[in-house]
């Protein structure tokens, strides 16, 4: 199973990006994704998550700006991302777990993908 994360890049303070999170290989029908980001000298943290039902769980600060959405026909998890700030710039990495429940929990992510840095400047 392999994620490949994609879509980032540097933009202007307003500016929206979406990014994408292609996932491969042999895996479960019904799976749950999530975005995380860790920003220089931080710790990684949760962004956001969707389950199989496209049931989707927010970072409370985050909530409005930012939307997650799910084409499972093309294993493709989407991060929206509008009215960006300059802090949120961070490396983007997305994650699956095989189950039809998504998380806030970085441990309970078995699947990671390599990471996508996303620069706002101001």
């Known amino acids: 199973v392999q994620l490949q994360a994609s879509g980032g890049g540097l933009v202007q303070a307003g500016d929206s990006l979406r990014l994408s999170c292609v996932l491969s290989?042999?895996?479960?029908?019904?799976?749950?994704s999530a975005w995380f980001r860790q920003a220089p000298g931080q710790e990684r943290e949760f962004v956001a998550a969707?389950?199989?039902?496209?049931?989707?769980t927010y970072a409370d600060a985050l909530q409005g700006r930012f939307a997650i959405s799910r084409d499972d026909a093309q294993k493709t998890t989407y991060l929206q991302m509008n009215e960006l700030k300059p802090e949120d710039t961070a490396v983007y990495y997305c994650?699956?777990?095989?189950?039809?429940?998504?998380?806030?929990?970085?441990?309970?992510?078995?699947?990671w993908g390599q990471g996508t840095q996303v620069t706002v400047s101001s």
């Open positions: 290989g042999r895996f479960m029908n019904r799976y749950a």
């Open positions: 994650a699956a777990r095989s189950s039809f429940f998504s998380s806030m929990v970085e441990s309970e992510y078995g699947y």
């Open positions: 969707i389950s199989w039902d496209d049931t989707t």
